[in-house]
């Protein structure tokens, strides 16, 4: 069991926070925003692969979601490892213990999700970050600080190498992309045959995993989603939004050769001023919730189901197996993208209000809790 000051610290907190149910379905709906360019392109994910982009319209709606609800959601992994290791406090369970067990049932739903629907999965790279940082959070304050330099060190490195390599190619790597499979077998096949190369990403994500879910422990403990948070909020607004946004727009514009500065170095720091954002947003609230924060929540609360299904959706009705929109509306990108993006997301904020009527959790949800459950139910039968 966790012991010391900060478990002293962390006993007895068990109060929900109603702004986390909102913030994970931003983040869920801000991703499909990002993957949503990768559907309706004709070149599909092969595309992404070159690097390239379409005119200034379309580069300005990429800038919108590129990474920052990706960064959103890992800062939200981080808080939800630091809510799961107070309720282990709070027990007296030994930590990490079961908690291993559940980032290997992510890491087993990532690896679905990669093989069957979508090359950019990003729950493997959180699976494997977060039995890292289940180790770290129990640690000094001095420690968690060591690991983010240490972490952030190597992903500063890695992003400037790999922003270099692209530099030195002509255009950027930018070029016309191969054609993508058009039945789903195909897609399988392409997803197994160059796993190297679409789970390459991973080499970004672990390191800012680490740097942003040490963050997400960092800013709960904080109090950012308390009232006493407002100054840290408004200071991370500033840094986010003031001083990121800019930034990330001006290299959203520059080219191929910064695809991954922007992504993955200005846009998480983007997402840390939409957290305390929303968050200010929620608590500004009073009263009931209207339909638009329900909506968010109810999503926020079927994340895993919304997130993997949202893909599935988009690529029934993007791919040749499906309606095969990406190839039939090209001449109306990018305009059509926006219009399919908002059209899924209000299609998951009623089907997870539908589904929460009468469950309290997601189907995925509840498919997990019982495969998270089954260890300790078969011991609990033997020892009977």
């Known amino acids: 069991m966790p012991s010391g000051p900060l478990t002293s610290r962390l006993v007895g907190v068990t109060r929900r926070i109603d702004a986390l149910d909102v913030l994970r379905g931003v983040a869920i709906l801000g991703t499909l925003g990002t993957n949503i360019w990768i559907f309706t392109a004709p070149g599909g994910a092969l595309e992404l692969l070159q690097f390239g982009g379409g005119g200034p319209v379309e580069t300005f709606l990429r800038f919108l979601s590129n990474g920052k609800f990706l960064g959103l959601l890992t800062l939200l992994f981080g808080v939800g490892l630091e809510l799961q290791y107070r309720s282990a406090v709070r027990k007296g369970m030994r930590w990490p213990g079961r908690y291993l067990w559940r980032a290997s049932l992510l890491f087993i739903e990532g690896v679905l999700h990669y093989v069957l629907v979508f090359e950019f999965d990003v729950l493997m790279g959180y699976a494997i970050t977060s039995v890292i940082v289940a180790y770290l959070v129990g640690r000094s304050e001095h420690a968690i600080t060591a690991w983010m330099v240490a972490a952030g060190t190597l992903h500063l490195a890695l992003v400037g190498l790999a922003t270099l390599a692209l530099a030195t190619v002509p255009g950027g790597g930018a070029g016309a992309a191969p054609a993508y499979p058009a039945s789903w077998p195909d897609q399988v096949r392409l997803r197994l045959d160059n796993l190297v190369t679409f789970r390459a990403e991973l080499v970004f994500i672990v390191p800012l995993g680490i740097v942003l879910f040490l963050l997400g422990v960092r800013l709960m403990r904080a109090g950012v989603f308390d009232e006493r948070g407002a100054r840290l909020r408004a200071r991370l607004m500033v840094a986010g939004l003031g001083v990121g946004a800019p930034l990330n727009l001006a290299a959203s514009f520059a080219g191929p050769t910064w695809f991954l500065v922007d992504r993955y170095l200005l846009a998480p720091l983007v997402a840390v001023g939409l957290l305390a954002l929303v968050t ?105």
């Open 280 to 384: 200010s947003i929620v608590l500004g609230m009073k009263g009931a919730p209207g339909v638009l924060r329900r909506g968010f929540a109810d999503v926020g609360r079927t994340a895993l189901s919304c997130y993997v299904f949202q893909n599935l959706v988009a690529g029934a009705l993007c791919y040749d197996w499906g309606l095969g929109l990406a190839g039939r509306l090209d001449g109306l990108r990018p305009w059509w993208v926006p219009v399919a993006w908002a059209g899924i997301c209000l299609l998951f904020m009623t089907l997870a209000s539908l589904w929460l009527r009468r469950f309290d959790r997601g189907p995925l949800e509840l498919a997990w809790q019982w495969a998270y459950q089954v260890p300790w139910r078969s011991r609990t039968h033997q020892r009977a």
